[in-house]
Every structure is written in C-alpha cells, then in structure tokens.
C-alpha cells in the first residue's frame, strides 16, 4: 500500500492508458474502420496503376471532336462573311457624274488623286453629294412652315369672315400652319437639320482625302437615319389604314413629325495618343476590326412611338442606341402645328459599326492603316 501511495500518480496514469487503450481496440474491432482503410488502400492502389498506365485514345471521340471543331470554324467564317456582306449592301459607295453621261461605273473611293485633278471629280463629288442629300430629303416626304407670303394670302381669303373680330392676323397664320402641315409627313429645314460636310459653295475647293472620307460617311449614317424616320411613319400610317382610318397621311398623324438636327462624328482616328471618347453603355472603341462612328439626332413625335423608332434604326445595319432623352418642345416654334396629340423633343444618341473589312480598301491610307492596311 505504501509503494501505492507513494507512486499514485503513475498508477492512476497506467490505468487510464488502460482503459483508453481497451476502448480503442472495442471502437477499432466493432466500427468498420479496418473495412474502410482497406477500401480506401485499394483505391489508391488502383489509381496508382491507372497513371502509370499508357492513354488509350478512343478514335471516334476524336473524329467527332475534329469534325465539331470544324463546323465551328465554318460557321464562323460564314457569320463573318454575312455580316461584311450586311455592311457592304446597306452601305453604298457614292458614284459621280462624269461629264454627261450620267453615272459611271468608277465609285468615289478609293481616291485616285490623279483622276479627281484631270477629269475635275472634286467638282462632281460636291455635287454629287448634295444631290444624294436632296434625295434622301424628299424621301422623308417633307414639309416646311409657311412663309410670310403664304400667311399674307390667306390673311386675304379670310379678310372678310374676321374683319371685325380683330382675330385676323391669329386666323391666318393658324389656317397657314395647318395648311402645310397637311401638305407632308414631316417637318425638316435640310440647311440646319443635316449639318452637310458639302455645300454647294464649296465645289471650287479640292478637298483632302480625309474630308471626302467624312463626307462619304456623313452620307451613310445620315441616310440609315432618314431611313429608320421614313419606316416609323410608313409602319404607324400603314397600322392606321389598317385600321379604318381614312384621314390623308399627314403631319397631324405621322409618327415622327419633325426632324431637327442631325450631328454625326465621322472621325476615325485611334492611333495611339489619341484621346478617344468611349461609349459608357458599350464600352465600345474603334479598333482593328471595326470603326465606331458615333451621331446624335433629335425629333419631335409623341413618345409612344420612340420604341418603333429606335427598332426601325437597330434592323438596319450594326447600330446600338446607347441614350434617349426627352425635353419640352420650345415655345418659339411657333410656325409649327403638330396635330392634337402631345409630343416631345427626343434627342436619341447612338454609334454604328463599320467593319474593317468593308472599309478598310476605300478610305485614305492614313485611316486605314489602324485597321491593319500597309501604308
């Protein structure tokens, strides 16, 4: 008992190691753990001897596999080619007049200096261009606010019904305003609202080939715009006919009805160092494989219509409206009359896409060479 006493605490530690000891072994023998090492042995057994062993290609796998990689690259190929042929088609090139033979067969790019000096097509180009701008114009079936001289004759077809009235002056320009509005589908001064590269003025000059090159995509993006106005209405006043309405199509019941500026931003320069301005909706920037061509255009229509619209412009070509903004129509257009139903001022800013491959051969050298062009 004294050797006990005196060496208790070894005792007790043996027999808690004891115990422990005869507790594990009970878990050891009834819980499966000697089941589950080996399992888990044999697994990694089998492992071991699957790296080692050599790879066992399956040919059909890999026939399958070539064969999706090459449907892939085909289909590819075939989008890329469908959408340079999209551009291409809905992107004319402008064709000048030379002489009087009309129309000739050589397009305005690219620019042979030589043949533009010798046969005067800098002449031809100006003209050429404005024409093109007139025809887009009519296109629209436009009209335009009275004149003074138009208000001064029905001042004098209604003399006699308001001589005493005192409401002459107001009758007459109200019966003018009406007048015109009747007589087309839109409103648009092309002098303000196209904000032309060209005049006219400006046939005596030889312009460099960077400013044609604006001029040509002035023409295109302007025109893609007129194009998505001119569907708006025909598409609204087709849905009323369709509908039973008889009333004559019209300023008082188009869809688009005024046409008040177009601003296109026809530079292409993203050579290094340049400051570029980006979309924040797209994030888009011209680049090797497509030139970003950004504009802004405001109308004046009722607001239930800025949907059409803006479908009617994206079904076109590869356009993107990245902003919508709506404004009170100003007071002081006054010589306006838009019918009885409200409408805002909506300016729509947007960027189209012209890919590299498309323009990259018809624009100046020092343009092209960003998209990949030798100089």
Known sequence: MRFVRENLFYVILA???????????????????????????QVSDQLRDLARQELKVDPNAVE?????????????GDDLKACLLFNRRNLPVLKLRIGTTGLSDANAFPVDEKRYREQGLYISFVKQYVTTLD???????????????????????????????????????????????????????????????????????????????????????????????????????????????????SVLNSAVKHLESIKITAAMTAFPGVQRSVSRLTQRETCAQYAVVPYTFIVVMPTRHIGRLACALETQNYHTVTNIGLSVVPQAKEGYYYGIEPVMRVQVDGEMLLLADWIRNLMPASLAVQFGKAK
Not at 235 to 247: K, L, N, R
């Open 64 to 76: 399958v596999m070539e064969k999706r990689i090459a449907d892939l690259t085909r289909a590819n």
């Open 135 to 249: 025809h887009m114009v009519d296109g629209l079936t436009p009209t335009t606010l009275p004149t003074p001289e138009e208000v001064r004759i029905e001042r004098d077809n209604l003399a006699e019904k308001f001589k005493e009235s005192g409401q002459l002056e107001e009758k007459a320009l109200q019966s003018a305003k009406l007048r015109n509005a009747r007589q087309g589908l839109i409103y648009i001064d092309p002098k303000t609202a196209l904000n032309p590269v060209f005049t006219l003025a400006d046939q005596a000059t030889s312009p460099a080939q960077e400013k044609l090159w604006e001029a040509q995509v002035n023409l295109w993006l302007t025109d893609e715009i007129v194009r998505a106005i001119a569907a708006t209405n025909r598409q609204w006043i087709a849905e009323q006919q369709a509908q039973g309405v008889e009333q004559k199509p």
């Open 15 to 41: 027999a808690v190691v004891a115990v422990g000891g005869g507790a594990a072994t009970f878990y050891y023998f009834n819980s499966g753990i000697a089941e589950t090492l080996q399992s888990r042995k």
